[in-house]
Nanobody, 124 residues
Framework: QVQLQESRGGSVQSGGSLRLSCTASGLERYAMGWFRQAPGKEREGVSCISWRGGTSYVDSVKGRFTVSRDNAKNTLYLQMNSLKPEDTAMYYC????????????????????WGQGTQVTVSS
């Protein structure tokens, strides 16, 4: 059974940085995504990276967040810079067997496996 495990999140002040990681084995041909959900809000797609390294981001994080993957280490990363209070949420990693960032990736459609989530809190 595939298990995705996010690293511990954290609390930072506005403008700070955090790096999340997500480990899972056997997912080299999967697209990987980061999603987040803030209290009282719907889940939101943050970024996606295909198995070949192509990336996609939600507009609100473009230029601030960078997704990457190291298949040799079975690890997905999300580097988050210039964090804002509105980035506060539970962050989840997920894997999609399609392998590419589909047109519907932001909705989470097609993602087969999900991590348990890790909390990111940004204070003003």
């Amino acid at each position: 059974q595939v298990q995705l495990q996010e690293s511990r999140g954290g609390s930072v002040q506005s403008g700070g940085s955090l790096r999340l990681s997500c480990t899972a084995s056997g997912l080299e041909r999967y697209a990987m995504g980061w999603f987040r959900q803030a209290p009282g809000k719907e889940r939101e797609g943050v970024s996606c990276i295909s198995w070949r390294g192509g990336t996609s981001y939600v507009d609100s994080v473009k230029g601030r967040f960078t997704v990457s993957r190291d298949n040799a280490k079975n690890t997905l990363y999300l580097q988050m810079n210039s964090l804002k209070p509105e980035d506060t949420a539970m962050y989840y990693c997920a894997a999609d067997s399609y392998g590419y960032c589909s047109s519907f990736w932001m909705g989470g459609t097609g993602y087969n496996y999900w991590g348990q989530g890790t909390q990111v809190t940004v204070s003003s």
